[in-house]
């Protein structure tokens, strides 16, 4: 089994500093790619997207890169606060015409005071 | 989440037992998705629709059926239900299908 997803991995970081969360993706085709988060309880709520004629977007707080020599994507966070904790997943896009998202196990982000 | 809702929020059911779960969206969204989340884990995609009466399988569509009859319902049935389809379950919409997807709530299903 996949046990080995029971366990996420956990990001820890202080109030203030900035957040780097990694992600590698598995579709060299793959054109779209978005950062959700996940509180517990609720659904996945988006934050950013980026497709992959860019290799930067940003919006408030966060900002995306895109790596597609290497297939890795980042999420950065800029003064992260207390209210950021939760899970993120990174999720990508195949080539053609139905939006089937394939997402990652997720990274969780403790923010410390 | 606002413009998609799920019902039941939370349910147990017993082995071999039925039920639908409901998602209506209010944003006349075009596509719209079921997904499923075992603890600890990203979402796998169980089935999706590209419009009213056009449905797909994903990656994890057994023990699943849906149905598309309007553009705000997509309902969720679980015919026979297993201790295996324990999870949380999501459905999502999106306009296009280079838009981001956009969740509901979820469904907490226990099969005991």
């Known amino acids: 089994g996949e046990s080995v997803g029971l366990h996420l991995p956990t990001l820890s970081v202080q109030e203030g500093d900035n957040s780097i969360i990694n992600c590698a993706y598995s579709?060299?085709?793959?054109?779209?790619f978005i950062w959700y988060k996940q509180e517990s309880g609720k659904g996945p709520q988006f934050i950013i997207d980026?497709?992959?004629?860019?290799d930067k977007r940003q919006g408030q707080r966060v900002t995306v890169l895109l790596n597609k020599t290497v297939k890795h994507l980042s999420l950065q966070i800029a003064a992260t606060q207390p209210g950021d904790s939760a899970v993120y997943f990174c999720a990508e896009k195949g080539t053609g015409t139905a939006s089937k998202l394939t997402f990652g196990t997720g990274t969780r982000l403790q923010v410390t005071l | 989440n606002a413009g998609v809702t799920q019902t039941p929020k939370f349910r147990i059911l017993k082995i071999g037992q039925s039920m639908t779960l409901q998602c209506t969206q209010d944003m006349n969204h075009n596509y719209m998705y079921w997904y499923r989340q075992d603890p600890g884990m990203g979402l796998k995609l169980i089935y999706y629709?590209?419009?009213?009466?056009?449905?797909d399988k994903g990656e994890v569509p057994n023990g699943y059926n849906v149905s598309r009859s309007t553009t705000e319902d997509f309902p969720l049935r679980l015919e026979l239900a297993a201790p295996s389809q324990t999870s949380v379950y999501f459905c999502?919409?999106?306009?296009?299908?280079?838009?981001?997807?956009?969740f509901g709530d979820g469904t907490r299903l226990s099969i005991l």
């Open positions: 980026i497709r992959s004629n860019m």
């Open positions: 999502a919409i999106s306009d296009y299908s280079n838009q981001p997807q956009h």
């Open positions: 629709s590209v419009g009213a009466g056009i449905t």
């Open positions: 579709n060299s085709a793959s054109d779209y």
